[in-house]
């Protein structure tokens, strides 16, 4: 059973930057396929960003490419989320996600373990 725990969320004014960090756990680090998903207050769940399992590949959503950067650090279990040029748009609780799939999804449902989020809050 794998677990994950996201941290590094926050406030902050347009145009700033922030880390998220995920933690995982109960799993070989390496064989998981990570990814950043974020719902805002009655919206779906959407794909932000994925990594494949040795970081070699990573994804974006059109909407973030460019100003977020996907990377993973396999010796210490963790992946990261570097927001910068941060927009109000972006506010959002954001979620990290694992699977043990090979195959790279956009779709929430492809992932299996998730975490309980972090809120992202950019102020105009």
């Known amino acids: 059973q794998v677990q994950v725990a996201e941290s590094g969320g926050g406030l902050v004014q347009a145009g700033g930057s922030l880390t998220l960090s995920c933690a995982a756990s109960g799993g070989t680090f390496s064989m998981i396929r990570m990814g950043w998903f974020r719902q805002a207050p009655g919206k779906e769940r959407n794909f932000v960003a994925a990594?494949?399992?040795?970081?070699?590949?990573?994804y974006y959503a059109d909407s973030v490419k460019g100003r977020f950067t996907i990377s993973r650090d396999n010796a210490n279990n963790t992946v990261y989320l570097q927001l910068n040029n941060l927009k109000p748009e972006d506010t959002s609780t954001y979620y990290c996600?694992?699977?043990?799939?090979?195959?790279?999804?956009?779709?929430?449902?492809?992932?299996?373990?998730w975490g309980q989020g972090t809120q992202v809050t950019v102020s105009s």
């Open positions: 990594i494949s399992r040795d970081g070699g590949l990573t």
């Open positions: 996600a694992a699977t043990f799939s090979w195959l790279h999804s956009t779709n929430s449902a492809a992932y299996e373990y």
